[in-house]
């Protein structure tokens, strides 16, 4: 069950409107890697995890957090509307402030959601549940939520110098913060995890239904040999199965394709046409 406390989380107040940055901030709350993202991905995680225990309740937890988030930045885009030239535009439009404020603001954000934030990126593009994982296996998806805390604390940071607003820098401030706990908690639990189950998920896939002869070979698909330098060209594997190796110019292992042709109704070209064996006279 879920119960809505009016105060915020954090203080989402700019000290002045700034509409172009509004439309910045929809990055931040309804990108692929916003805040709507993370609390849906978490909380489906949750809900999906079998059985109590600390796991899922630091995913629910988490979650649970991130729905504040939205509700900060929800807050914060509509305060920065405040002030939005919504009137004569062309009238307003003559005055160079005001045309650099709407040439460079959302119109949406005055014609669609009233002067209030959307389920949407920065340049509209409408929110979609593409965006979050939820597997059932808890480290492939704490790894996907260190990706996700990792891209989103690199686009608030990137926003961070976007303004020189006291107020929005410190409510970003907050969510840097909560974003450094969030890669931090996600990647403390990944190690738990990979100390029970090992590295390689799924870990309990029967080993031996797996090509072993290739399961640590980097194949060099590139000009060079660069990726040879790396500590995933050699020396004992990550999981601690196997070793390591790099091929330089790896074979082919299969054979060329020969397809059939289609039934004459499917009406593709002729067998007889694609053949580049056969005469000039009768192609």
Known sequence: MFYHVKELQYHAKPERPDPIFAKKLQEVLGGQFGEISVALQYLFQGWNTRGDGKYRDLILDTGTEELAH????????????????????ETAAKDPIVGAILGGMNPQHVIVSGLGAMPADSVGNRWTADYIVASGNLLADFRANLNAESQGRLQVARLYYETNDPGVRDMLSW????????????YAAICELEEKENIVVPSNFPRHLEKQEVSYTLFNFSKGNASAQGRWAHGPSMDGLGQFNYVANPPAFGEKPKLAPAPPHIFNTLPQVMREDIPPSLK
């Open 70 to 89: 939205i509700e900060m930045l929800a807050t914060m885009i509509a305060r920065l509307l405040d002030g939005a030239p919504v009137g004569d535009v």
């Open 175 to 186: 969510l840097l913060a909560r974003d450094t706990m969030h890669q931090n908690q996600w």
